[in-house]
């Protein structure tokens, strides 16, 4: 589909956050074989100032995307294994007692950082879940009565895998809804996958990210910058009312026992800008809210029992939502 908009030119804000993404996507490819979309969709998260959630089954890169990602934008990167005992003190960061000065010492914990790889979130209890959640929404902690802010970068990836249920706590909707984008992660093509054979083969360490040659593409401050750009993407009002109409229609389709909510729209708005943004864009089109409809809607919605029993699933029943709306020209 091609859209009929009247391009507009791209300010020096919206040409930085492009070669930005060239940039970006170049080193992590160093690393990363294959999985073009679900980068660039991390990108987008990152201008868009959301939050992450990565579904795919174990070892197809989803840490190491995470990880070179990080390195190619020159930012702090830890990464959370979450497991059944784990506590949020674990993740926050709790109060020790120091001998030497003989007074309470605040201990920072992992969340601390600009990117965070939140691995397997759903395998840790409600509680801790709930903690990380909070401080993903609030971007700040707090700790023994002070209130600490978190980076300006800082931005969760969260992993979970969709086959295994077996000791695993699954994310309630309502926060669900705080992650901005829902990335699946799927098997490389038969000629990426020879070809991360072959990288292997040569010497290839997903631990040693310095040795693969990423480096960073960009610094923290014109990551920040290119979110800073965002504001300069003009949304025409018709591109406004799709976003709109999209949303409203998964509250309205009967296979969809609960639509996405006025959050769902504004993540849309987003996710839009900053994706034309990081295409050297300065104006979303059509084009670009039905790309990111799946990734940004379907984690939001529940299926109606006809729906489930049909064997239907969120992508397949949003992809019918998405044809029914009409879309602007």
Known sequence: MTSTFAPTPASNAVAAAHAIREG????VRKAVVGQDEPLELMLVGLIAGGHVLLEGVPGVAKTLMAKALARAVS??????????????????????????????????????????????????????????????QERGVSLEGRNMPLSPLFTVFATQNPVESEGTYPLPEAQLDRFLLKIDVGYPAPEEEDAILAS?????????????????????EGVLAARAALNEVTVEPPVLSYVRKLVAATRASSRIRLGAGPRAGVHLLLASKALAALRGRGFVTPDDVRFLAGPVLRHRLLLSPDAELDGATPSDVLREVVQSVEVPR
């Open 75 to 136: 930012a702090d990167f830890k990464r959370i294994q979450f497991t059944p005992d784990l506590m949020p003190a674990d993740i926050l960061g709790t109060s020790i007692f120091d001998l030497k000065s003989q007074a309470f010492v605040l201990v920072r914990g992992p969340i601390f950082t600009d990117l965070l790889l939140a691995d397997e979130i759903n395998r840790a209890p409600a509680k801790t879940q709930s903690a990380l959640l909070e401080a993903m």
């Open 200 to 220: 292997v083969h040569r010497g290839f360490d997903s631990g040693d990210l310095a040795r693969a040659g990423v480096g960073p593409a960009v610094t923290k």
């Open 24 to 27: 970006v996507l170049s080193e």
